[in-house]
């Protein structure tokens, strides 16, 4: 019969009443992960002490140089062995295992060739098998770079680092030369991808699209051109956002942008709700001629900059306090009274105030929908950010061609699309909601709303 101390006693009872309590199992649990967590964490502080400490004795580094040396010389060890271990998994047993085999495939000596690592390079030697089947993960046929240096060449390029900057960084950070032209090669290849995403299928239903330009340099034969690059960005059904194409043209026009348009809809943009722009003569007309239904918004902020250049510049501020109090009133009523004041207060400036005379339904049209609404119709802020973060890899300089100017722009909205996942338009749902209070556009949108 088994005796207890009185501490283990204590124990027993404290568990026998936690039993009883019904959570015995769950703190049973709790405490053993914790207590597994850990011995875990203190195993791996352990074998890395010991690691760290045969790296020490072994090499005795006195600088972070030295330590990358160090290191050097044993990843071209642990390359070895994983490739080895990778060569037994393919073909199911281990060297100099001389028992009867499954599989004809024999291993066929080694591959010699030096890898770039970030700590410069290592000799390797790649095992080979009878029949050419073996296909090692850890470095890959015909690979010379675990470094993952293409996409920090990539990444480098997106945000506008010339080729030459980009080769000397590599070498200042990874200790080995990569030339222009192999930069080159590496950023060609994105081309495929940049053709996939430019034909790729769209979406069935938008609720916003903001147009806009943007000017680059482009070296054409013996003269150097300030080309436009037309961009247009989109909201869904849900408000995430979406970057649906980048087109290049001599100049921003009517027919080009009704080229583009007629283009969204061959990959399967069927309605559009709202189309903001900036003041391209004919452009309203040109979109409601491929999206019947849509509504052509005028950008307030490019009317402002438009009037403001009838007005000195000392007045500016009150000039344009005064138009807030326009566009953004509570009602068309109110927008309506204060227009009139408006137009009385700067009679001197006949100019400034034509401008919004002759583009007052754009303003009135603000108040059919509900103020969630108007922030995000009224202007092509949204756009104009875009373009911002465009224009850091333009301002570079020129470029050689319309393909190097794609390159660069579709490796930054790659990385704009990856901050916007998941992440719907600010104050989508009362957008949403204000937008459901109209039944023709509820209609529309519950067309193509997937439940």
Request: proline share 3%; hydrophobic share 35%.
């Amino acid at each position: 019969m088994c005796k207890y101390s009185n501490n283990e006693k204590r124990v027993q009872t404290h568990f026998k009443r936690k039993k009883e309590c019904g959570t015995l199992e769950r703190e049973g649990k709790k405490g053993m992960g914790t207590a597994q967590m850990g011995k875990r964490k203190r195993e791996q502080k352990s074998i890395g002490t010991q690691i760290a400490g045969m790296i020490l004795e072994k090499y005795q580094p006195k600088n972070v140089e030295e330590m990358e040396d160090a290191l050097k010389d044993i990843f071209g060890p642990m390359f070895n062995a994983m490739l080895q271990g990778e060569m037994d998994n393919h073909l199911g047993y281990k060297s100099n295992d001389h028992r009867e085999k499954a599989t004809e495939d024999r291993r066929n000596g080694y591959i010699d060739k030096r890898v770039r690592t970030r700590y410069g390079e290592i000799p390797v030697s790649v095992p080979r098998d009878r029949d050419g089947s073996f296909e090692p993960e850890v470095i890959p046929k015909r690979s010379k770079d675990v470094s993952g240096i293409e996409e920090k060449v990539l990444g480098m390029y997106a945000r506008g680092m010339s080729e030459r900057d980009i080769s000397k960084t590599v070498e200042e950070i990874y200790g080995y030369k990569l030339s222009a032209e192999s930069i080159s090669n590496i950023t060609d290849r994105v081309m495929t991808q940049v053709n996939e995403w430019q034909n790729r299928p769209l979406k069935e239903f938008y609720t916003f699209l903001f147009v806009d330009c943007l000017y680059v340099s482009i070296r054409r034969e013996t003269e150097t051109r300030k080309c436009a690059v037309y961009v247009i960005l989109g909201y869904d059904i849900n408000g995430e956002k979406d970057i649906l194409g980048l087109w290049i043209g001599e100049s921003e026009g009517k027919h080009r942008w009704m080229q583009i348009f007629d283009e969204l809809k061959g990959r399967g943009v069927e309605d559009v709700l709202f189309i903001c722009m900036d003041g391209v003569s004919g452009l309203e007309e040109g979109a409601r001629s491929i999206f019947k239904d849509v509504v052509v918004q005028r950008c307030i902020v490019h009317l402002i900059r438009n009037s403001i250049k009838y007005i000195p510049t000392k007045e500016y501020k009150r000039f344009t306090a005064q138009l807030r109090k326009v566009y953004g009133a509570a009602s068309l009523k109110a927008a309506e009274a204060e227009f009139e004041r408006f137009k009385s207060d700067w009679s001197g400036y006949p100019g400034a105030v034509d401008v919004w005379v002759r583009h007052w339904e754009h303003v009135a049209q603000l108040f059919n929908y509900g103020s969630a609404v108007r922030k995000v119709m009224y202007t092509t802020n949204a756009l104009e950010s875009v373009n911002s973060s465009l224009r850091k890899v333009t301002k570079k300089g020129s470029f050689p061609s319309d393909d190097a100017v794609l390159k660069a722009l579709y490796l930054r909205v790659r990385e704009l699309l990856e901050k916007w996942k998941g992440r719907p338009a600010p104050n989508w749902a009362m957008v949403r909601n204000q937008l459901s209070m109209h039944d023709d556009i509820q209609k529309r949108v519950l067309k193509y709303e997937r439940v």
